[in-house]
């Protein structure tokens, strides 16, 4: 099974760039999420990586064999890959087996071979004894499972599974993720599964790539991402983080001394001595009768959970709305103090200046 790697790949809609410059490589067996919002190029991507869209510039490899890139172009058929779409893609006059076997067939395998392959993976997807019916006769979930039995029984190196899973209730998605993770652990192929939901992309992948507006953010693992992110933009992204606009004044041994208005605070962080994002989680912020580090005001609050989410606006520093969980119930305006007990900080690049958008973290 290969590495996947992408060496600065970009690549163009007429004038629209849809990806740029994306470099990244994963490791045999991984399951890479390539996640962000709508429109950010994920199934782009996929397309490029499958052979059914040529990148403008760049080189994608399987292990160290090009498959695109310079004059080199190996057709989709010859890489070995399979593919499960949102809408599963069944053939709906035919049976379960008869959507497995489909392209078997066509690959000329012998019936004793295709009996086995098709037994083997509708164990392994867990739809044994469901051989005989037709798409229209299995739920939604059941559905998917045939879709990634029918890639499965190809064989392939490298699954891409586009939003698999868009068009399952919440229930269902739940098990289906666990379904996903136990079938990758059990084949030798690399997965590669597109969405834009954070949370499925922490549930089921080992490696995960965030695109924004055609641009890698950050190729981490789950924790990476959570704890360490890149950008203000993965902070937001990722676990409903919030930021906030600190100044740098001193960066050494991955620790960032910053000051928050005119608090100081010491956490850890890669950002040079400047401008700076402090990024946190709602885990990181403790409301405290005096002092803290963040002086804030109650807008609004929502039971959630079994306690008041509340939402606090920052009241002496120009910074986003913050928002933590809290025991009781108390009138919007009321001043609440916080103390910052944790996070990381980031530099405030080019790509980031200004307070962003409130509601990037919560586009799911
Ligand atoms: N065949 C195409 N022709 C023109 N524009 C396209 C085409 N495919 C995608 N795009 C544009 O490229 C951008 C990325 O699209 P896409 O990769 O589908 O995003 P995602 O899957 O992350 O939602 C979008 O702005 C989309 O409108
Ligand atoms: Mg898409």
């Not at 998605?173 to 652990?185: G, T, Y």
């Not at 986003?320 to 405030?348: D, H």
């Given at each position: 099974m290969p590495r996947l790697s992408l060496k600065a790949v970009t690549k163009h809609f007429e004038r629209h760039?849809?990806?740029?410059d994306v470099s990244f490589s994963i490791p045999d067996r991984a399951f890479l999420a390539l996640l962000g919002p709508s429109g950010c190029g994920k199934t782009t991507l996929l397309r490029l990586i499958a052979g059914l869209e040529l990148p403008d510039q760049g080189e994608i490899l399987f292990d160290d064999q090009v498959m695109a890139g310079g004059h080199v172009f190996m057709p989709p058929e010859k890489r070995g890959i399979g593919m499960v779409f949102q809408s599963y893609a069944l053939w709906p006059t035919m049976t379960v087996r008869g959507n497995v076997e489909f392209g078997l067939k066509v690959a000329g395998l012998g019936a004793r071979e295709r009996q086995q392959r098709i037994d083997d993976v509708l164990e392994v997807v867990g739809?044994?004894?469901?051989?005989?019916?037709?798409?229209?006769?299995?739920?939604g979930g059941q559905r998917q499972r045939v879709a990634l039995a029918r890639s499965l029984a190809m064989r392939p190196k490298l699954i891409l599974l586009d939003e698999p899973l868009a068009n399952l209730d919440a229930h269902l998605r739940d098990a289906m993720l666990a379904e996903f993770r136990r079938i990758h652990s059990l084949t030798d192929a690399t997965f590669v599964f597109v969405t834009h939901d954070q949370d499925e992309a922490m549930a089921v992948a080992t490696h995960v790539a965030v695109l924004d507006r055609g641009c890698l953010q950050q190729l981490g693992t789950p924790e990476d991402l959570y704890?360490?992110?890149?950008s203000p933009m993965v902070a937001r992204f990722i676990g409903r983080g919030k930021t906030l606009p600190v100044r740098v004044v001193s960066a050494q041994g991955g620790r960032n001394r910053v000051m928050l208005g005119s608090e100081m605070l010491d956490l850890p962080g890669c950002a040079p001595v400047g401008e700076g994002w402090l990024c946190f989680h709602a885990s990181d912020l403790h409301s405290v009768s005096d002092g803290g580090h963040l002086k804030t005001e109650l807008v609004g609050q929502v039971f959630q959970n079994g306690a008041w989410l509340s939402h606090c606006l920052p009241s002496e520093i120009d910074g986003n709305v913050v928002s933590l969980p809290l025991a009781e119930q108390f009138a919007p305006g009321t001043r609440i103090n916080l103390a910052i007990s944790g996070g990381w900080v980031v530099e405030r690049g080019p790509a980031s200046h200004g307070i962003l958008p409130a509601d990037l973290a919560s586009v799911t």
């Amino acid at each position: 099974m290969p590495r996947l790697s992408l060496k600065a790949v970009t690549k163009h809609f007429e004038r629209h760039r849809a990806l740029d410059d994306v470099s990244f490589s994963i490791p045999d067996r991984a399951f890479l999420a390539l996640l962000g919002p709508s429109g950010c190029g994920k199934t782009t991507l996929l397309r490029l990586i499958a052979g059914l869209e040529l990148p403008d510039q760049g080189e994608i490899l399987f292990d160290d064999q090009v498959m695109a890139g310079g004059h080199v172009f190996m057709p989709p058929e010859k890489r070995g890959i399979g593919m499960v779409f949102q809408s599963y893609a069944l053939w709906p006059t035919m049976t379960v087996r008869g959507n497995v076997e489909f392209g078997l067939k066509v690959a000329g395998l012998g019936a004793r071979e295709r009996q086995q392959r098709i037994d083997d993976v509708l164990e392994v997807v867990g739809l044994q004894g469901l051989n005989d019916r037709r798409p229209h006769e299995l739920s939604g979930g059941q559905r998917q499972r045939v879709a990634l039995a029918r890639s499965l029984a190809m064989r392939p190196k490298l699954i891409l599974l586009d939003e698999p899973l868009a068009n399952l209730d919440a229930h269902l998605r739940d098990a289906m993720l666990a379904e996903f993770r136990r079938i990758h652990s059990l084949t030798d192929a690399t997965f590669v599964f597109v969405t834009h939901d954070q949370d499925e992309a922490m549930a089921v992948a080992t490696h995960v790539a965030v695109l924004d507006r055609g641009c890698l953010q950050q190729l981490g693992t789950p924790e990476d991402l959570y704890r360490r992110p890149a950008s203000p933009m993965v902070a937001r992204f990722i676990g409903r983080g919030k930021t906030l606009p600190v100044r740098v004044v001193s960066a050494q041994g991955g620790r960032n001394r910053v000051m928050l208005g005119s608090e100081m605070l010491d956490l850890p962080g890669c950002a040079p001595v400047g401008e700076g994002w402090l990024c946190f989680h709602a885990s990181d912020l403790h409301s405290v009768s005096d002092g803290g580090h963040l002086k804030t005001e109650l807008v609004g609050q929502v039971f959630q959970n079994g306690a008041w989410l509340s939402h606090c606006l920052p009241s002496e520093i120009d910074g986003n709305v913050v928002s933590l969980p809290l025991a009781e119930q108390f009138a919007p305006g009321t001043r609440i103090n916080l103390a910052i007990s944790g996070g990381w900080v980031v530099e405030r690049g080019p790509a980031s200046h200004g307070i962003l958008p409130a509601d990037l973290a919560s586009v799911t």
